[in-house]
């Protein structure tokens, strides 16, 4: 074998000696990188009978999500790990998967007549391979991406890396000699406490490296294993990204999250710095300006084919959203201290509060929780909005929309898609969606490598208590919500199942209103992590 051989083989049987839960992430699917390239004037392939590639799969949690949904697609995936992949092909098999098809190889086996896709993924593995494997994700990105496909490719960034570059460096310098993965951790962490607790006072780099650390501690052993102790990990600046992506014929779009590319959204003082010192730059330049002044850790690049540059818009285009479906729940949030009032306050997915008191905006919140996890079109937005602005005109009300989805958009609290939601309308016979009463049977055994999820992408925790799985297990649209609650009642009175509540009902009479009730309760937690159709 040759040292790249070996390297990779290491590699491989890292992954396999320490599996971990392989779970989706939104901003990968299919669905977001066809609305994001949509933003940017690039027209790309639809979802319901696309070809999907994942680069390093895992056990397939990444891909299942989008498998389950489009039945009409074809999904592959490929990783060094076999064992993972065994435990993915188990899984996929079980939720009904047909159409996901993962194979245990090396990705620089791939050529070109291992066929087109329209979408290429490549999530959380170019920073951690050898550079013939990266050499080889542009190759793949480049072969084997179809005429209007896209790819994506997530890596770790300088300048952020720097502290944690220098954590790295202490944690394997700390773990070395260590025989097995638990005593590698343990010394491991023992650094970390010396970080955290140890350094002189006077040390320049203190505050950078101690936040580091305090991260970390709340990350799990397998990612403290697979990101900061595996044998490479190479970050890169965003410019040495796109540089490398040109030279292998493929032109950057955006970021998966392209509010992340504003210098807006990070507030006024970065952007009133930016623009004065970059107002002549290039786009590229300008972003790798902002990781400098937002000291960027993570990317997670958008690429296409070098020939459609042209037809790329430089910045996103407004006008894009009238084509779309659009999602969120934000819920009610407690005014901060000295809050305006008049205001409501939301809260969103990443912890931050979000204040208006603009009454159309609150209503394009309100409705748009009030459906979910159901999407809305552009026009039932606009219809909103017009009891709130008599006597504008339609492209006033777009123009309204946009103002108003842009600033979701830039709190990273709105989905925005090119298709409705594959969600339904609220039924009498509540259904999971596909493949959840099996997963939900898989994912609380020992060793399940895939974790749970719903049509958003999102990983999502399943009911744990022995009553509501056994009742969202007959959630398959052939029991009525009465036929349900009678279920439940029966349960509760035999003491078969005992109320997650800790209280006996065993013998008790007229529980009709308790078993309404919890059922009710359930209903409302299942359409929360969007995992009810309907």
């Given at each position: 074998m040759t040292a790249p051989d070996h390297l990779t083989q290491a590699i491989s049987d890292a992954y396999d000696e320490t599996p971990y839960i392989s779970n989706p992430f939104?901003?990968?699917?299919?669905?977001?990188?066809?609305?994001?390239?949509?933003?940017?004037?690039?027209?790309?392939?639809?979802?319901?009978?696309?070809?999907?590639?994942?680069?390093?799969?895992?056990?397939?949690?990444?891909?299942?999500?989008?498998?389950?949904?489009?039945?009409?697609?074809?999904?592959?995936g490929?990783?060094?790990?076999?064992?993972?992949?065994?435990?993915?092909?188990?899984?996929?098999?079980?939720?009904?998967?047909?159409?996901?098809?993962?194979?245990?190889?090396?990705?620089?086996?791939?050529?070109?007549?291992?066929?087109?896709?329209?979408?290429?993924?490549?999530?959380?593995?170019?920073?951690?391979?050898?550079?013939?494997?990266?050499?080889?994700?542009?190759?793949?990105?480049?072969?084997?991406?179809?005429?209007?496909?896209?790819?994506?490719?997530?890596?770790?960034?300088?300048?952020?890396w720097k502290a944690s570059d220098v954590i790295r460096d202490a944690m394997i310098l700390n773990s070395f000699g260590a025989e097995t993965p638990q005593q590698k951790l343990a010394r491991a962490k023992d650094m970390l406490d010396l970080i955290e607790n140890g350094l002189w006072q006077n040390n320049p780099l203190q505050s950078a490296l101690q936040e580091a650390a305090r991260k970390l501690r709340g990350q799990t052993d397998h990612y403290l294993l697979h990101e900061y102790l595996e044998?490479?990990?190479?970050?890169?600046?965003?410019?040495?990204?796109?540089?490398?992506?040109?030279?292998?014929?493929?032109?950057?779009?955006?970021?998966?999250?392209?509010?992340?590319?504003?210098?807006?959204?990070?507030?006024?003082?970065?952007?009133?710095?930016?623009?004065?010192?970059?107002a002549n730059a290039g786009r590229e330049m300008r972003e790798q300006y902002l990781d400098f002044a937002v000291g960027r850790t993570f990317r997670k690049s958008l690429l296409v084919h070098a020939e459609r540059a042209e037809q790329m818009l430089e910045q996103p285009e407004?006008?894009?959203?009238?084509?779309?479906?659009?999602?969120?729940?934000?819920?009610?949030?407690?005014?901060?201290?000295?809050?305006?009032?008049?205001?409501?306050?939301?809260?969103?997915?990443?912890?931050?509060?979000?204040?208006t008191k603009d009454p159309a905006m609150i209503g394009i919140i309100d409705a748009l929780a009030g459906v979910w996890p159901r999407s809305l079109s552009f026009n039932d937005l606009l219809a909103i909005i017009e009891p709130h602005a008599p006597g504008a005109t339609r492209d006033d009300l777009a123009n309204a929309a946009y103002m108003h989805l842009i600033t979701l958009v830039q709190g990273s609290a709105l989905h925005y898609r090119l298709e409705a939601s594959?969600?339904?309308?609220?039924?009498?016979?509540?259904?999971?969606?596909?493949?959840?009463?099996?997963?939900?049977?898989?994912?609380?055994?020992?060793?399940?490598?895939?974790?749970?999820?719903?049509?958003?992408?999102?990983?999502?925790?399943?009911?744990?208590?022995?009553?509501?799985?056994?009742?969202?297990?007959?959630?398959?649209?052939?029991l009525s919500a009465a036929e349900l609650r009678t279920q439940i009642r029966d349960a509760l009175t035999s003491g078969r199942l005992a109320h997650p509540n800790g209280q006996s009902y065993k013998g008790a009479r007229n529980l009709e209103p308790v078993a309404q009730e919890f059922l009710n309760a359930l209903v409302v937690q299942l359409r929360k992590a969007g995992l009810l159709l309907n």
């Open positions: 939104s901003y990968t699917s299919p669905g977001n990188l066809r609305a994001v390239a949509g933003l940017y004037g690039l027209d790309t392939p639809p979802l319901e009978n696309a070809k999907v590639l994942e680069l390093g799969s895992a056990a397939g949690g990444n891909l299942l999500p989008f498998a389950l949904a489009h039945p009409g697609a074809t999904v592959v490929i990783d060094l790990a076999p064992q993972q992949i065994e435990a993915g092909r188990r899984i996929a098999e079980t939720a009904g998967a047909r159409n996901l098809d993962l194979r245990a190889m090396s990705l620089t086996d791939i050529t070109a007549d291992f066929g087109t896709f329209d979408y290429i993924i490549c999530h959380g593995v170019f920073s951690w391979v050898p550079p013939e494997v990266r050499d080889a994700i542009f190759r793949i990105c480049r072969e084997n991406l179809a005429p209007n496909g896209v790819a994506y490719i997530s890596y770790n960034t300088y300048p952020g044998t490479i990990n190479t970050p890169c600046y965003f410019l040495e990204f796109a540089a490398a992506a040109q030279q292998a014929g493929l032109a950057y779009v955006t970021d998966a999250e392209p509010q992340l590319t504003f210098s807006s959204t990070f507030g006024t003082r970065v952007a009133v710095g930016l623009n004065s010192l970059s407004g006008n894009a959203f009238k084509e779309m479906h659009f999602a969120t729940h934000l819920e009610a949030a407690p005014p901060a201290a000295g809050a305006s009032s008049g205001h409501a306050h939301y809260r969103t997915p990443n912890g931050a509060t979000l204040s594959p969600y339904l309308a609220p039924e009498t016979r509540p259904r999971l969606i596909a493949g959840a009463l099996e997963l939900m049977r898989e994912v609380g055994k020992k060793d399940c490598q895939v974790g749970m999820h719903n049509f958003w992408h999102h990983p999502v925790t399943p009911p744990l208590d022995a009553l509501s799985q056994s009742v969202a297990s007959q959630m398959d649209g052939s």
